[in-house]
């Protein structure tokens, strides 16, 4: 028979040998209590991810005598149930992972347009973009990857699938307790729940939600039994597909029953690149950091930034012309390399990395009207989590709605969220998307095309082992935000902790601002303005998770401190 979830949790926790505080007991059937565990040692295994359920559902198939590969999809199947804003099976995302054989991964399970999608499908009559319709409801959705996605991983497995997604179903049917942060995020969405569904959906209830409350998701427990039982097609045909078609035929979306069967997940070459004897794996293109990781450390590479100093004003400047002329380069010439023809040789060579460098400036300000893309003759809410098990497989996922709670749609009778990717395609030339990015036609709309994604889950090797396992959420914020963790531990020499942790800047050329966290030293952005940098506080940005591994096989697992992120090992 098998053991309920909630008690193989518990059992977790107390035969965990990692160090750290760290509490999540069951307190009856539908009430967990449970306190986040940020930085934790170990040497057995490690999940990183934005939730204390879903990192614990990963750890627990960790000792089950699953792989980094189990553990990810575990995990990822469970933040679908605990982390609605950006956890999902309607959405999509990537996976890029080392083998301990030797064997490279990179799946691309992004979502894709609609057979019935068109170039124009978001202007109005007089040729003006309506982002609206791209951004939110029935029509912003694209086709989901993620089930797919999971499966095809899945054969690098060592489980069942079954045992990886039992634990999202036990915590779907029987509840979970909410965090603050959870209860603040349904409260704050629910004009949109309930203007944008056909059908309530649980995240709707008539009193406000409140932290400790209990969220069960009956509608959803059943479509994850229907995969449980019927695998890929438990999602893309029979029942679950007759409710997603059901729902766009109510609402005026256009995903069709042939699009869910025709979709398929893609294994593609990985991005490899060497960096002052590092080895950086990232994912290729439809990611956008596939191109602009490799791009941005190859700007940095001949500069002595360590000598700069951390967040000096010298090396944030460098590192924000850097980020300012790869932005550019993103604008115009970047999308899906299946549809159009993408110039990836050029972009990320040595060559071409000098070339953009060579009318920087050290003592004043760049601007994004004199800095273009560059030429060639010849193309924020998401999730991240970082698994390593003791056999040396290291896995890195980032996977998305695109906004939180995508697009505010829940499929009726179905229970899950469809995501707004849609907005990811240029909706016209020069219009910018949510995060303010901006398009040309290598990302135009095409039926079955992937729209351009900033979704980056990197891996470095240290002596061809892994040694960092690391990515972000964040929308376009995130490639930058896994260049400067990079940054930070390769040239900064800084703990884990700090790395993720210290406060991020962000610049994608268009708007021509450096975005900073509110803790940003207030120093530095005065010596920045000075130059002729126009500076920007906003909120938080991303949470990275990372991982780091060392020779002596030393296990150290970080949790980003800017949300209920949480980490465990053993």
């Known amino acids: 028979m098998r053991a309920p979830f909630l008690s193989l949790l518990t059992l977790v926790l107390l035969l965990s040998a990692c160090t750290g505080n760290r509490k999540l007991s069951n307190t009856g059937i539908n009430a967990y209590q449970y306190a986040v565990q940020k930085n934790i040692q170990c040497r057995n295994g490690a999940v990183v991810s934005a939730h204390p359920l879903a990192s614990e559902a990963g750890l627990s198939i960790l000792r089950k005598g699953g792989n980094a590969i189990d553990a990810a999809i575990a995990t990822q199947l469970a933040l679908a149930v605990v982390y609605p804003g950006a956890g999902n099976i309607g959405g999509g995302g990537f996976l890029v992972g080392y083998l301990a054989s030797g064997k490279t991964l990179a799946i691309d399970y992004r979502e894709k347009a609609p057979g019935a999608a068109h170039r124009d499908m978001y202007l109005d009559a007089n040729g003006n973009a309506n982002t609206n319709l791209s951004q939110d409801g029935h029509l912003a959705a694209g086709v989901p990857g993620t089930v797919a996605g999971l499966f095809t991983s899945a054969k690098y497995g060592k489980l069942p699938f079954k045992d990886l997604i039992q634990p999202a179903i036990d915590l779907a049917e029987k509840g979970f307790l909410i965090t603050a942060g959870e209860a603040n995020g349904l409260n704050h969405s629910r004009e949109s729940f309930v203007k944008l569904n056909t059908i309530s959906p649980a995240f709707v209830k008539d009193q406000p939600w409140k932290e400790g409350d209990t969220l069960i998701q009956t509608d959803l427990a059943n479509t994850l039994k229907r995969i449980r039982d019927n695998g890929q097609k438990g999602f ?25 069967k025709d979709y398929e997940a893609k294994e593609r070459e990985i991005v490899s690149f060497p960096y002052k004897g590092y080895t950086i794996l990232t994912m290729p293109l439809p990611s956008s950091g596939g191109i602009l990781l490799p791009q941005m450390m190859k700007m940095i590479e001949d500069r002595n930034v360590k000598a700069m100093g951390f967040q000096t ?30 110039p990836i040789q050029t972009l990320t060579s040595d060559a071409y990395a000098k070339q953009r460098m060579q009318d920087y400036d050290p003592n004043k300000a760049g601007t994004s009207t004199a800095i273009q893309a560059g030429q060639i003759p010849e193309s924020e809410e998401t999730t991240h989590l970082s698994v390593y098990d003791k056999e040396g497989n290291a896995v890195a996922v980032t996977t998305t709605l695109n906004g939180s709670y995508g697009s505010k749609t829940v499929v009726g009778r179905a229970g899950f969220l469809l995501n707004n990717e849609m907005d990811d395609f240029s909706v016209k030339p020069g219009v910018p998307n949510m995060y303010g990015a901006v398009g040309a036609d290598a990302n135009a709309i095409l039926p079955g095309k992937r729209m351009l994604s900033s979704m980056t889950p990197t891996i470095v ?28 531990l390769l040239e900064f020499d800084m703990s884990v902790s700090d790395a993720v942790n210290r406060p991020k800047f962000h610049h994608q050329w268009l708007p021509d601002e450096i975005f900073v966290e509110r803790n940003f030293p207030v120093a530095v952005r005065e010596e920045l303005q000075k130059m002729g940098y126009k500076i920007r506080e906003r909120g938080q940005i991303g949470r990275t998770e990372v991982i780091r591994i060392q020779a002596d096989g030393a296990i150290e697992a970080v949790g980003d401190h800017r949300g209920d992120d949480h980490a465990a090992g053993f």
Do not use: C, H, W
């Open 236 to 260: 893309y045909e029979g029942e679950t597909a007759k409710l997603i078609v059901e729902e766009m035929q109510r609402g005026k979306g256009i995903i069709s029953y042939d699009d869910l």
């Open 313 to 342: 004003a010298a090396s944030v400047q460098l590192m924000t012309e850097i980020e300012r002329r790869s932005y550019a380069d993103r604008a115009k010439f970047l999308g899906d390399a299946d549809f159009y023809k993408v």
């Open 461 to 488: 090797l240290k002596d061809q082992k892994p040694y960092i396992i690391a990515g972000t959420p964040g929308g376009t914020t995130i490639t930058t935000s896994v260049f400067q963790t990079l940054i930070n």
